[in-house]
């Protein structure tokens, strides 16, 4: 487990890595260093199949606030090549959180803003509490709406109009419209927040380790694909891939038996 004063904490339960923002006094607004930090650890999960959950929540009373403010006016200027740079920094932490083979169960424990309204989207899952609220708020700050992912996830989930609605406006989802619009699964209390991801998480190792990968793999995949028979093919694949190997037959045997399946690392 990393150090409670990081700015990211960080904490291996078994397959199941639990990722805490940490900047509770800042609604855990992302500065360099946790940008940097969240952008390490979504690259590296890509080789670590022995994690097969990541569970990511904030500290305090918020999810994330976006990008601090008080260090993006530090470090505004007028050199166009290092502004890129630097959106480019932020912008990979939602590619790398696609390309991990985790799942990712995002815990909205409050607001979720600019930055943090991306991460969410990023996420396979979303569990909120009533306190939640969502918003594109770069368009609010001077800049455009379309920024570290949020115009290609949004109108995928909830439609070109809601989404156009939303974004030009930078009004908020609350809990409520987050759920009507199907940006979250679930709104649980806050107290409960934290067991409903331990119930996420068994849920989710209750697959293959491979199974798993292989779905959220196929998912990213249908969503731009070009059609039904491109889709198909793709779940033939895993299909064949995962009917081989121990895996398979226990996952049968544990149907069988009424038991939990003891699957491979």
């Not at 609605?165 to 649980?188: I, N, P, Q, W």
């Amino acid at each position: 487990m990393t150090d409670m004063a990081s700015s990211l904490i960080v904490e291996e339960r078994g397959a199941a890595l639990h990722v805490t923002l940490n900047r509770p006094e800042r609604l855990n607004a992302m500065d360099p260093a946790l940008v940097q930090e969240l952008r390490d650890l979504f690259v590296g999960l890509y080789w670590r199949h022995d994690l097969r959950v990541v569970v990511l929540t904030g500290a305090g009373r918020g999810f994330c606030a976006g990008l601090d403010i008080i260090d993006a006016d530090r470090a505004a200027g007028d050199d166009v090549g290092e502004v890129l740079i630097g959106q480019r920094r932020i912008s990979e932490i939602v590619i790398a959180m696609r390309r991990c083979p985790q799942p990712i169960v995002a815990l909205l424990n409050g607001p979720a803003s600019g930055g943090g309204f991306a991460l969410a989207l990023a996420s396979d899952i979303r569990v909120a509490t009533p306190a939640l609220k969502m918003n594109a708020a770069f368009i609010r700050l001077g800049l455009s709406a379309c920024d570290i992912g949020v115009s290609y996830f949004l109108p995928r989930m909830v439609g070109s109009s809601v989404a156009a609605d939303y974004m030009l406006t930078g009004r908020f989802f609350d809990a409520e419209a987050a759920l009507k619009h199907g940006l979250v699964s679930r709104v649980v209390a806050q107290e409960a927040l934290a067991a409903t991801g331990e119930d996420m998480v068994a849920s989710l190792l209750h697959a293959t380790p491979l199974g798993l990968r292989l779905t959220k793999e196929a998912l990213n995949f249908a969503i731009d694909a070009p059609g039904l028979e491109a889709v198909v093919a793709m779940e033939d694949r895993n299909q064949a891939l995962t009917a081989q190997g121990p895996d398979f037959a226990e996952g049968i045997a544990a149907f069988r038996e009424r038991r939990v399946p003891r699957f491979a690392q």
